[in-house]
T-cell receptor, first 115, second 111 residues
Framework: EAGVAQSPRYKIIEKRQSVAFWCNPI?????LYWYQQILGQGPKLLIQ????????DSQLPKDRFSAERLKGVDSTLKIQPAKLEDSAVYLC?????????????FGPGTRLLVL | TQLLEQSPQFLSIQEGENLTVYCNSS?????LQWYRQEPGEGPVLLVT?????EVKKLKRLTFQFGDARKDSSLHITAAQPGDTGLYLC???????????FGAGTRLFVKA
């Protein structure tokens, strides 16, 4: 079974530039998550989708971050414009269903460095 | 302030030693999960505990969920270099679906 795919794996940009990340979840997984993991910290949930609807985006900085999951499969996360403090690993995860104990499968992440 | 506090933050031990890492909260969680994350990779689920007082074993790893469902521990017996990694606890509070992660315990096992 193919895992969660993310691209690009690495990205270096200058502050105020825009950047987009792509995630392809495991086939058949209804729930998709985007996390931000700053160095030395645990992942922080940015947004959670159930199919193509948003379940939780309370920690998404909506003035600069946006995410969509068209057709309930692939998802993109965009930052516009980027700030220095956005330097982090952006992890995408998917799970079969929306449940408190459902296993989340993570992709390898996209490492973003904002200069 | 982290909702899930993990301790210790760092641990460096010799191969063959035993260790315990902790995950504590003042909130009640409907379930807690333990993940291991290796450099350059995403977290991988080790176990989910759901019932207060529950103990689960995975080879040399023993996981326990506190009776009040506010804390959990991970005990590793006879640690091996392959156990090296970042151990994260995560959970959803009772009544919610949002997964909250602790900051993790970074374990290094020397051969």
């Amino acid at each position: 079974e193919a895992g969660v795919a993310q691209s690009p794996r690495y990205k270096i940009i200058e502050k105020r530039q825009s950047v987009a990340f792509w995630c392809n979840p495991i086939s058949g997984h209804a729930t998709l998550y985007w996390y931000q993991q700053i160095l030395g910290q645990g992942p922080k949930l940015l947004i959670q989708f159930q199919n193509n609807g948003v379940v939780d985006d309370s920690q998404l900085p909506k003035d600069r971050f946006s995410a969509e999951r068209l057709k309930g499969v692939d998802s993109t996360l965009k930052i516009q414009p980027a700030k220095l403090e956005d330097s982090a690993v952006y992890l995408c995860a998917s799970s079969l269903a929306l449940s408190r104990s459902e296993t989340q499968y993570f992709g390898p992440g996209t490492r973003l460095l904002v200069l | 302030t982290q909702l899930l506090e993990q301790s210790p933050q760092f641990l460096s031990i010799q191969e063959g030693e035993n260790l315990t890492v902790y995950c504590n909260s003042s909130s009640v969680f409907s379930s807690l999960q333990w993940y291991r994350q290796e450099p350059g990779e995403g977290p991988v689920l080790l176990v989910t505990v759901v019932t207060g007082g529950e103990v689960k074993k995975l080879k040399r790893l023993t996981f326990q969920f506190g009776d009040a469902r506010k804390d959990s521990s991970l005990h590793i017996t006879a640690a091996q270099p392959g156990d090296t990694g970042l151990y994260l606890c995560a959970g959803a509070r009772t009544g919610g679906f949002k997964t909250i992660f602790g900051a993790g315990t970074r374990l290094f096992v020397k051969a």
